[in-house]
């Protein structure tokens, strides 16, 4: 039984660490069941191949498609599937045509602007919409439509923590002092653009000097998801780095965890991010991205007090200090905080429930197959 995941890849990285989540728990559930990346090329951001590597799955490139190539192409990257599983880009649904043998699976983003109903008539042609975001989130009134209700099932987000170390053990396996306080960013491409990645990183910066400055000198900046140097420019970003500043590539999604436990402060723009510091306790400063999704997301953690929300347009130095200075100063204040975090972004069923169901369609697309099979020819005794 082959799956085929497509995650959009013209933002950021969360969405194949989500698929990948959801990969690793069903083999977990049923190693017989293999897997694959394929990647539109059409919206791709390079960086999101090397990512999508990292995870140990096959990678193949989705070409740009014209009306006479559409087909073949299609056919060849995607004819062996028995199910797909596409996260984020339901514009790909139609595709199904064309290799109708396989279910489709859609993992959607909430509604961006006004989408059409969010697509109501590509996500009918589905076989199932799990909806991953946290349950206090809610569900959008687009997917109470009569023909796709029926198709959705709430999961909350993909989390697999069990296995991470905690912090103290976190910060050992990346090589830091148990004492190191870690304010911990992924600029992941700046997927929000540039002018809102430079903002947050030279808020982020310059808050993490001035606290130096005032004798706080455990604390350090780690900067993940980095492809090269040389993008990090930012207002009072030195192009020399201080000792404090430790910059990585990009990583694997266990990495990343890793990294976010050790941490004592997360900054995220992202949904994944969000969730994933919800999860592993970890206090989480977010500046909510220019989307829909990440709006109501940092408005409802907000009015949860279950993270500092600095929208973009305050971001400065000033503003990141006061929300690291309370964060590090306060317990009482910060164990509140990340246990109201935690309380209302677990819980769904989350990758456990989202993993059986994907199971259950693949078992159904393979008895269906059997039974489309040709009779063999009836041996006739005389």
């Not at 589905?126 to 709430?154: C, D, H, N, Q, R």
């Not at 306080?181 to 993490?208: D, K």
């Not at 199971?359 to 008895?367: A, K, V």
Request: hydrophobic letters at 45%; charged letters at 20%.
């Amino acid at each position: 039984m082959h799956v085929i995941l497509i995650p959009s890849v013209e933002g950021g990285i969360g969405h194949i660490s989500r698929t990948a989540t959801l990969a690793k728990r069903i083999t977990e559930l049923d190693p017989t069941v293999t897997f694959e990346y394929v990647l539109d090329t059409a919206r791709l951001r390079p960086f999101n191949i090397d990512f999508a590597r990292r995870t140990g799955l096959p990678v193949t490139l989705l070409p740009p498609r014209t009306r006479e190539s559409r087909n073949s192409v299609v056919s060849l990257c995607m004819g062996h599937a028995d199910v797909v599983i596409e996260d984020t880009s339901r514009w790909l649904i139609p595709l199904r045509q064309i290799v109708p043998h396989a279910a489709w699976i859609s993992i959607p983003l909430i509604p961006v602007g006004d989408e059409l109903f969010m697509d109501w008539t590509h996500l009918a042609q589905t076989e199932g919409i799990i909806w991953a975001y946290a349950p206090f989130l809610g569900l959008p009134p687009e997917l109470e439509i009569e023909a796709i209700k029926s198709k959705v099932i709430t999961t909350g987000p993909f989390l697999d923590t069990k296995d991470v170390p905690e912090r103290i053990q976190a910060l050992k396996q990346l090589n830091f002092a148990p004492d190191d306080e870690l304010v911990v960013y992924a600029p992941r491409g700046m997927p929000f653009g540039r002018e809102f990645g430079e903002r947050v990183l030279s808020g982020v910066y310059g808050a993490i000097e001035r606290l130096r400055a005032q004798r706080r000198d455990k604390l350090r900046l780690v900067l993940l998801a980095v492809n090269k140097l040389e993008e990090l420019h930012a207002e009072g970003f030195p192009t020399e780095l201080p000792e404090w500043v430790t910059v990585v590539g990009l990583v694997t999604p266990k990495e990343s965890l890793a990294y976010t436990s050790a941490a004592s402060i997360i900054i995220a723009e992202g949904t994944s991010t969000a969730h994933e510091a919800a999860a592993l306790r970890t206090p989480l400063v977010m500046v909510p991205g220019t989307i829909y999704e990440t709006w109501l997301l940092g408005t409802k953690l907000g009015e949860q007090q279950a993270a500092h929300i600095i929208w973009i347009e305050r971001v400065t130095p000033d503003s990141m200090t006061n929300a690291f200075n309370q964060i590090l100063t306060d317990q009482q204040s910060r164990e509140a905080m990340i246990q109201h975090a935690y309380d209302i972004v677990t819980g769904g069923g989350g990758v456990e429930k989202a993993a059986v169901f994907v199971l259950q369609q693949l078992r159904i697309t393979t008895r269906n197959a059997v039974n489309a099979l040709p009779l063999a020819p009836r041996a006739f005794s005389r």
